[in-house]
Every structure is written in C-alpha cells, then in structure tokens.
C-alpha cells in the first residue's frame, strides 16, 4: 500500500485548535505553571462549557455543580482539570465508529478514556510528576487507529493470518501487510500537531514499553499497563484483541504483583458505570 | 428483548422472549447455562478468580468474581425450575495477551478456578472456545436455547449445544 497515501490522511482529522495548542504547550512544558491554562480558556466558551460539562460527571462526585472553571479547579486539582480539558477537546475524532478495529461508535473514546484514568491512577501511585502529559499521551495514544482503520478492514484476513499462524502481534501484522501500524501513525500525527517530543516518544513506543526516553521514566510502562488492564477487561475490545507483546519486564520495574493486577482491575469495575456516563458526557459533542 | 450482561454481572431468565447478551469477553469468563425442558437460561460475565482478593467486593458484587459468580448461577436458575443434570454449559473468554505467563494470566486463571468448581461438582461443559488473544462475544436465546458467539472482527456462529 502506498503509505504516503495514507499518512496524507492526516489532515481528514479535525486538527488541534489554537486553543488545544496553547494547552498543550503548558502541560508539555515542566516549568510551566497548569494555572495558566485557566488564562487560556478562559476566553473559549465550548472549552469552558466542555470541560464544566465533564467535572460536573459522577466520575468526579462533587456534591455541589461547578459553575465556574476556578471553582472546579479549587475542587478537583490542576491535574484533573487538565485532563478534562484534553477530553472536551479531543472526543470529536474519536467518537465515530471504527470498522476496521470492529469498534461500534463510542468504543474507542471509552477505551481511550478509560485507558488514561487507569493510567493516571497508576501514575498517581507511583508518584510520578508529569501527570497530566502522561494523561493526554494516553489518551491519544491509539488516534493512528482512526486512519488505519479503513486500511485494516481491506487487510483484515491477511493480518489475522500472521497473528494466527506466526504468532505475531496485531501491531507487527499491521505493518507487515499494510506498511505502517497505528503506534507509528499515531506518532506522525502528533508530529504534525507539534505534540511535545515526549508525547510523540511515548505515542510511537506505546506497546514497547523497554524503550524509554529517559533512564527513570515510567511514563511509558504505565501507559503500556493500563493499556493491557483494558484489554483484559474488554473494555472497547475490538477485532486486534489481545494480540500485542506480554512484558513480563514492566511489571517488575513497577513493582506491580499479579494481586496489584487484580486490585485494579477490581477498583476499575467499581468506577466503570461513572466512567461510561463521563465518556458520553465529553463526547457528546 | 434484550437483557445485556455488564463486565462483572449476570442475567436468569424463564422469559421465552428474552435474549442474554454478553459482550466483549476478554480475559474474563462468560457462562451460559439453559435448562432446555423448562427453558431457563443465564448468563455470568466475571472479570477475575477469587472473591478471596476483596471479600468486601465480592460481598457487594458476587458476579465479579468466579468463586461467587458461578454457584450464583446456578441457585438463580434452579429457582426458575432449571434441574442441575438438564442444564447444557457453554463458557466463552479466558483470553491472554501473547506471552502473558504465570500469576499474570488472568485469564488462564479464571478458566482454572471454573475447571476446579465445575469438576468438583460434577458439571461438565457443552461447548467452549477459551484461551487465545480473541474478544468474543455470547447470546443465548430463552425460547429455543439459540446460542451465538462472535470473535470481533468476524462473523456470527451458531454454538451447536441443544
């Protein structure tokens, strides 16, 4: 297949906004300070309205509805702001359906979402500090699915040959038969949208959690665990299922036991009905 | 009419109308049970093995363990009329990321536990399709025990059970 073709595809995406851009500039930015993005939204009434929209969700639990960003801020941390942010912004190109993963409409938002709050929960406990950085990679992680998507349905038996027959994981047979696999992709794209060097590392590395950008960060092993919890769970299982590397390595730097495994599974479940509702909520728009 | 079946949930039924579905199976298990003389039917969706992990979870959500799911699918049927040695078995999921070995397993895991329940109380399966790196997906039918799986990515098949 031609990849150029395919990469060109790209620009079908509904792009970052100059909003998106700023914000993302400061969570990328460690010397920057997460309250300045109250001073870029300030000014952008959907991103305002969507990111009140999210933290009023039952996933967050307030007592009393937020009706101010600095108010939401004052109850629920910089770090969950950020997030919810990042959601409002970014669900338009992940709510539509996507047929070649067998993903139904929705699917790959929940997935997405759910990946990232598993994600940064497990960040949280390991105290990491580039948290909402590590929120938005894993939340975009998997936006090279959406252009590949069309390709795979074209390819599908072809790449469930070489899962089936040698063994490979979905990612090496998307880029055996297709060209180019969805980490890759997904990687040009926040390229393209000059995502900070980091994101791009962590979207292009997120199912090869060996390679690190730097010698102490977790960033990516954590990201690469949530994503694994997901697909155990099923959580927008689609037509690649589990069909990507076990690293034995990663759960043994995080110091992550088979009952950690199980505990947040567990933890997980009793957060999905909330999580469902907050997944309609920043996409349903 | 649809009754769906969460992650960590289950569904019994004696209405001839209804259908038990189940999505999505990943690491987890799907148990489906029908009587097919007094036409009960249900469906376990669990996540993980043992209530012993959170005795406090499991007392709230029985259904998300397999060690408390699947005696409680049973005693639900059998109150709808379902008689043990009638009951046809169908278990779906236990899916495993490649090379995912040992304690890590889960889905091996929750396959183990419902082998060791199933052989200690005499039950034997009439159709599985475990194991693997697939998502499947199960309904069963109440007024025939019509049975139907789907791995993503492919088309429906009948399970030939009844």
Redesign the interface.
Known sequence: MDIDKIIQKIDSLSPVSFTGSRIMAIISNPNSSLSEIVDVIKYDQVMTANLLRICNSAYFGLRTKVVSVRQAIAYLGMNNIAGAVMMGHFSKNFTAAQKG??LGEGELWKYSVSSALIAKSLAEKQRLNNIPCLFTSALLKDIGKIILSTHIKEA?QKI?LC?QNE?M?FLDAEKKIIGIDHAELGARVAEKWRFSPEMVFIIRNHHDPLKILLEDDLSIPIIYLAD?IC?????????D??????Y?EV?SRLNF???D???T??DF??Q?KAVEEMVNMSGGN | MDLVVGVGDMKVSNNPEAVIITYALGSCIGVAIYDPFVKVGGVLHYMLPESSLDPVKAGNNPFMFGDTGIPLLFKESYKLGAVKNRLKVIVLGGAQILDQGGLFNIGNRNHTVLRKMFWKNNITTDFEDVGGTVNRTLKLGIKEGEAIMRISGNELRKIKWI
Do not use: E, H, N, S
């Open positions: 993963y067998d599908f469930v899962v063994g994981t694994t697909m155990m769970v099923g959580i927008g299982g689609g037509a299922g589990l069909a990507y590397r076990y034995q759960m036991t088979d009952i495994l199980q505990k599974i567990a479940w009793g999905i």
